[in-house]
């Protein structure tokens, strides 16, 4: 591969951004990603706060992760990241074995992204009630925190009625299971979020052994520096 | 096309949702979709809600739009459902001219999602607002509203800085614009929200001319049924 540079606007605490690095992980190409560190006020959840340099430039919705492309595209959003660096791998591949996929293909993506849109909504639940938390405890609303308890409940129980699709066919995991995996790391790592084990067999023996692969073992979440 | 029938979890009010059925309408896959209308308490935006019976169980994030394609897949998320009707009219096509698309290919379509992207984070902050105007006005937060309309300022001018991206060179919209002027409907639907015309010329334009697309004005919101 060429010596393409990408920039990744970035956190070690978004679960969003830990999905891209995942990604770019398991499909060979972190080496070309030069990763811009963002600072976030701990009021970010309610407040406009000073964003890092550059950040609100390139995507005016200014969050991340943001990706921004060597022709200076920047995409704002981590399903089209993914996207975006899979397909980078594919249209650069020139031999069967260099051509690694986390979206499979032929039809077989649509059960693949089911599964994701499910990852990603937990992935969602989480962040959000990590934003009520930080509120100032009068703007907290408990039943808001409740709903999206029973949503990351819903979504872990319905992953775990679906062992066959929590291992991948190929040497790869796909990218609904990479999504599920951080969710479950985060749920561990927020430890006030409860543990997803309980009464989930299925996903505990995945998540044991998933847990181990050196794309998650190198992205443990960390918190986010504050300025 | 052959007689499949998709499935649409609706409601008149979600932007996410118009998206959904807009590009639907543009596609010419309107009529092989089954609508099932939702219905949503006012409080669905803090508080876990009685789903329309159907909902939970085909997608447990439990929100829309959720699609269920004609082989029981559940896409709950608004961008892979749009990706999923494009694909399908694309592997439906028999002919050139049945080949209508409006996600461009062969490279252009990064610097698409990249201005969907925005787009679609206009949606969230404007969902955003909504569902913070409909909590008890003890758990609302000002900061919060202001946070959200200053990302919608920052989304709009950075759209109206792109003129020459809103027109689409085919005889389609392609999906940022589709999102965008979902975007502009919504900004008027809510007139709280503020006008978005206000020192942008060229937004203004453009979907005074958009807006009369039989797509759009034949999916004018309107305020979801609560029960």
């Known amino acids: 591969m ?38 976030w006020p701990l009021d970010w959840g309610y407040a406009t706060v000073p964003f890092t340099a550059g950040l609100a430039e390139a995507n005016p919705v200014a969050r991340i992760p943001t990706l921004v492309t060597d022709d200076g595209t920047a995409l704002g959003d981590s399903t089209l990241i993914c996207q975006y660096l899979n397909h980078w791998v594919q249209n650069a591949a020139t031999t069967p ?4 996929t986390i979206i499979p293909v032929d039809g077989a993506q649509w059960s693949m992204w089911s599964l994701y849109a499910v990852a990603d909504g937990l992935l969602e639940a989480q962040v959000a009630m990590r934003a009520e938390m930080l509120r100032p405890a009068a703007f907290r609303s408990e039943d808001y925190l409740q709903k999206q308890r029973d949503r990351i409940a819903r979504c872990f129980d319905y992953c775990e009625q679906r062992p066959g699709e929590l291992d991948a066919p ?58």
Chains 1, 2 share one sequence.
């Open 2 to 39: 060429g010596l393409v540079v990408l920039q990744l606007f970035w956190t070690p605490a978004s679960p969003f951004t830990r999905k891209v690095v995942v990604c770019a992980r398991e499909l060979g190409l972190w080496g070309q990603i030069e990763v811009r560190p963002t600072a």
């Open 97 to 100: 074995a260099e051509s690694a």
């Open 170 to 227: 190929g040497s790869l995991p796909n990218l609904a299971q990479i999504t599920l995996g951080i969710a479950c790391g985060y749920q561990d790592w927020r430890d006030w979020l409860g543990d997803f084990r309980s009464n989930r067999p299925n996903l505990r023996t995945w998540y044991d052994k998933y847990s181990q692969r050196p794309a998650m073992l190198a992205t443990e979440p960390r918190d986010t520096p504050e300025a």
